[in-house]
């Protein structure tokens, strides 16, 4: 029998535990005294007490242990509301081949393959529209991905390392690459490496946090990937942690966390597939090996703010397509995006002298449906031909960026 364990579409995210393991070493003084290098933060407290700290109905449920008690007394975790408070991701992913020299293994190095990490950089320059255009429920967002890899080796005595060693390591990144705050470094993670805060043998896919500078941490559970990933070996991990950094780049328990919700962490996943223009095609929680249409590549789905706090979402609150990105500086901010919602899915909208007015129900004096549905129609192809546009061009420009960088190695 399979234990549950092994089973891909039960890997769950750990951020959120690993942010309550961070927020208890700055507020309760009794752990972070025995908080040792190579300790992890689930030796502060069992894991599964770590990932609900934060959600008060689980509060009375921990204080009932006299243990758990003890050593939280005094101790207060903030809650995360539906809404980002701070402002979203407005950056660049950078991908590391990060490279393990394990000492007791004769000094063998492990790393993930270059072919490997530049379909994962592949991968996420399809993800990253999408995912952008669900995060724009939050607020003003933006994703671009750098098409090199940064090189960086460690050497380790066994196979096993800890987030404050990836912490250190992704400053030491930052640094050497003069890499900006509103960077991000993304590690995806070897198989026989072990990550002690997000071990894969307790279940863990990733999760993302925050040193100098936000990072993403993704376990890799297979070799010779595809942008399509059907086998489920690192895509739904790394779109989940790439779309809950955009929305919370902190990681510091203000905003919410925007995939849970839509599984692995509280249901089944709901994945959103895209064709090979990055068309939306659906939302399931079938599996890629067992969807009845042709995709390019999927992501893990992204819960509407109204249900950013639930443990699972609702079904229609994780399977929808994706929000049109347009941000406007009218005054009427609000109500300008009440239209732009209602382009995608809701009630028939136009616009007045003073800002969107629905079309009321009943009779009208002329065809003011029929034209207003035409007209939506037309906005959303254009809208659309005008993303597809945009990514051409910016596939056309990395392609350009890397044939001159080519050119010049060429020279030298
Ligand atoms: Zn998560």
């Known amino acids: 029998m399979t234990h549950p ?34 300790d992890r933060y689930g030796d502060l407290l069992p894991e599964s007490v770590l990932a609900h700290l934060h959600k008060p109905e689980a509060w009375a449920a921990i204080q009932s242990s006299p243990e758990h008690a003890k050593l939280l007394k005094g101790v207060k975790l903030p809650t995360s509301g539906n809404a980002a408070t701070d402002p979203l991701f407005k950056g660049i992913l950078h991908f590391v081949e990060m490279q393990f020299k394990i000492q007791n293994q ?11 990490l530049s379909t994962a950089i592949d991968y996420s320059i399809d993800a990253a529209t999408p995912i952008s255009e669900y995060s724009s429920l939050y607020g003003t967002n933006s994703i671009a991905i750098s098409p090199t890899t940064i090189t960086y080796g460690v050497t380790l005595s066994d196979n096993i390392f800890t987030d404050q060693d990836l912490q250190d390591w992704v400053n030491k ?113 079938t599996m890629p090996q067992s969807v009845n249409f042709q995709y390019a590549f999927y992501i893990n789905g992204i819960v509407q703010p109204a249900s950013a706090t639930a443990c699972p979402a609702p079904a229609n609150a994780c399977d929808y397509s994706p929000p049109l990105r347009l941000w ?25 002298p003073h800002g969107p007015v629905p079309v009321p129900p009943g009779p009208l004096p002329f065809d003011a449906r029929e034209r207003a549905e035409r007209v939506r129609a037309n906005i959303i192809e254009s809208i659309r031909e005008l993303e597809l546009i ?12 890397l044939e001159k960088r080519s050119q010049k190695k060429g020279k030298a």
């Open 173 to 285: 990144i930052a640094a050497n690459n003069n890499l900006p705050t509103s960077a991000c470094v993304v590690v995806l993670c070897p198989q026989g490496v072990i990550n002690r805060d997000g071990d894969p043998g307790n279940g863990i896919g990733g999760y993302h946090s925050m040193a100098n500078l936000p990072y993403i941490f993704v376990n890799v559970f297979g070799q010779n990937l595809t942008v399509a990933d059907a086998p489920f070996y690192y895509a739904q991990i790394l779109s989940h942690e790439i779309a809950e950094m955009v929305v919370d780049p902190l990681a510091n328990a203000v905003n919410p966390e925007v995939c849970d919700p839509c599984g692995p962490n509280c249901q089944t996943v709901f994945l959103d597939y895209f064709d090979a223009t990055g068309n939306y095609i659906s939302t399931t929680q």
């Open 5 to 38: 364990k092994d089973s891909p579409a039960l890997r769950v995210c750990s951020t959120r535990q690993i942010k309550n393991g961070k927020h208890l070493l700055q507020v309760a003084p009794r752990l972070r005294e025995n908080f040792k290098p190579g």
């Open 106 to 116: 004769g000094n063998n190095v492990v790393a993930v393959s270059n072919a490997d």
């Open 390 to 401: 945009g990514t051409e061009l910016t596939r056309e420009k990395l392609i350009g960026a």
């Open 328 to 352: 406007v500086n009218w005054n009427k901010y609000e109500i300008w995006n009440w239209l732009i919602g209602s382009l995608a899915d809701g009630p028939l909208w136009v616009i007045g």
